[in-house]
């Protein structure tokens, strides 16, 4: 053989390969990165999404407030219903049910009249996703009842906070919105 014949050494394949082997890694490593960070964002985003959603239809429906507000704090977490004009599933007057336990908010709807509305007769629960904090305090007779001390009639305005969110809304009884 000649020597300007000569072939690769087996070094020289063996760094070629080390430095294609740095290479992919770095590539996936910045892939894997990025579509951490998309579905992160994704994450955020659908969160974010269904806060603004359900504080849009919480005053939407105490906006509608038709009668009989309730808030009772009991063992198994914190109850809202209220009668309202403004219903999700049905038509007309209805009355809805808010239920919050183990971090969880749930929402209950049923024609109006039927029973109690801070139960839920088999109508079906449906849960609105997990949130870190839901508070409701109600403003009556000069004052801010809190949730610990319950509520039950007419509140002038009432407040939530659902996580770093924070609506009060105003009580015009009797006003029917479509």
Not at 21 to 30: A, H, K, P
Not at 99 to 128: H, I, M
Request: net charge positive; proline share 3%; aromatic share 14%.
């Amino acid at each position: 053989m000649k020597e300007n014949n000569r072939g690769f050494t087996l070094l020289e394949i063996l760094v070629v390969l080390l430095l294609l082997s740095l290479i992919f890694g770095t590539v996936v490593t910045v892939f894997r990165t990025a579509g951490r960070g998309a579905l992160t964002l994704r994450k955020d985003a659908e969160r974010l999404y269904q806060r603004v959603f359900l504080t849009y239809r919480l005053r939407h429906q105490i906006e509608g407030l038709l009668r009989s507000f309730r808030l009772e704090k009991r063992e198994d977490g914190l109850y809202l219903g209220f009668i309202t004009s403004s219903g999700e599933t049905y038509r007309g007057v209805v009355q809805v049910r808010y239920r919050y336990s183990g971090k969880e908010l749930f929402y209950c709807e049923k024609p109006y009249p039927y029973g109690d509305f801070l139960s839920c007769n088999g109508t079906g629960e449906v849960s609105l996703g997990a949130f870190e904090d839901f508070r409701v305090k109600v403003f009556s007779g000069g004052r801010w009842w809190p949730e610990d001390e319950g509520f039950q009639g007419v509140p002038e305005k009432v407040e939530v906070d659902l996580e770093d969110t924070r609506i009060i809304v105003p009580v015009r009884v009797g006003w029917v919105l479509k």
